[in-house]
């Protein structure tokens, strides 16, 4: 008796069978880009932050005290009058200490390139070397000279940094310092520019008109310097240069952003040189700006010494 053939088809065909058109399916739907991996184009990284520029503002005063001259060189011909005439002799007081009163403390002034994170300033961020190789700290760190809500590029350092005699000549960003987008700013540095180097701008950028900056203008360019501006005037306007990208040059319309101008009246919203690093062009053109160029000698500085030239490229707003 033959035994009878089955006609089941074993598990495994089963298993082939059932698996077959979803195999098809897939490898239809995926083609030639899902049998080889191709890498899917990189954004463009955001330009990292920058340390502009790292100026001294000015340098501590060192403090004096006056002291009885020597017995022997008092001058006693006017003791009959009654008056004292003690002479006496000003002197160099003890060096300065590392954290001093305001007026003994040199003067440091900052400029990024992005905004500020105002919770991660401290003075223990910073490292100054000195030009004899020291390697001090600064006592304080602070939104300055320019501090209102959108102008945090600016900070200033306060402490003794040197002198004169042994100036700064850099300063390194050590700890955690952030820019307002959680950028990291570590690692960043600069060389230090001393009190006798003119001021001079190192960033431009556009920005929208408000009921505080430029009202009647139709944009403003914002302008970075490395230390406060004064003797800023309307007749200063002629020298500065506004490209378009029409490739026409225009002036600005008016300054803004400065508390004392030359020429206000003495009751004025400020008195004396009470401005800051921070200079904002009012601008009467739709075209986007593209260069904005300042002449030498146009402002000065809380020295006095006048401002340099300076020739700053924008980049074109979107759209």
């Not at 004064?230 to 200063?236: I, L, W």
């Amino acid at each position: 008796m033959s035994a009878k053939r089955s006609h089941r088809p074993t598990r495994a065909c089963v298993v082939w069978l059932a698996l077959a058109p979803a195999a098809c399916v897939s490898a239809g739907d995926q083609g030639v880009r899902g049998r080889y991996q191709h890498a899917e184009p990189e954004a463009a990284p955001a330009p990292a932050p920058l340390l502009l520029s790292a100026h001294v503002s000015r340098f501590g005063v060192e403090p004096v005290v006056a002291e009885a001259a020597p017995p022997a060189e008092v001058d006693t011909t006017d003791e009959a009058d009654g008056a004292d005439t003690t002479p006496t002799v000003r002197v160099s007081g003890p060096p300065r200490m590392l954290e001093g009163s305001e007026i003994s403390e040199d003067r440091i002034v900052l400029v990024f390139g992005a905004q500020l994170d105002p919770l991660t300033i401290d003075p223990r961020n910073f490292a100054i070397l000195r030009g004899d190789g020291h390697r001090v700290r600064p006592t304080r760190a602070f939104l300055a000279p320019a501090d209102e809500g959108d102008e945090n590029r600016s900070l200033t350092l306060t402490g003794n940094f040197g002198g004169p005699e042994t100036p700064p000549v850099a300063i390194h960003v050590i700890g955690e310092l952030y820019s307002e987008a959680g950028a990291p700013l570590s690692g960043l540095d600069a060389e230090i520019t001393g009190p006798s180097e003119p001021d001079r701008a190192v960033a431009a950028e556009s920005l929208e008109p408000s009921p505080s900056r430029c009202p009647a203008a139709r944009q403003v360019i914002r302008t970075y310097w490395t230390d406060t501006l004064t003797e800023v005037g309307d007749s200063d306007l002629a020298q500065v240069e506004l490209y378009l990208a029409d490739g026409r040059v225009i002036t600005p319309s008016g300054f803004d952003d400065q508390a004392q101008r030359v020429g206000d009246d003495a009751g004025g919203p400020a008195v004396g040189r009470a401005d800051d690093n921070v200079l904002d062009l009012c601008v009467d053109a739709d075209q986007a700006v593209v260069r904005v160029r300042f002449a030498a000698g146009l402002f000065a500085d809380p020295n006095a010494v006048p401002t340099a030239a300076a020739d700053l490229a924008l980049v074109p707003p979107a759209g």
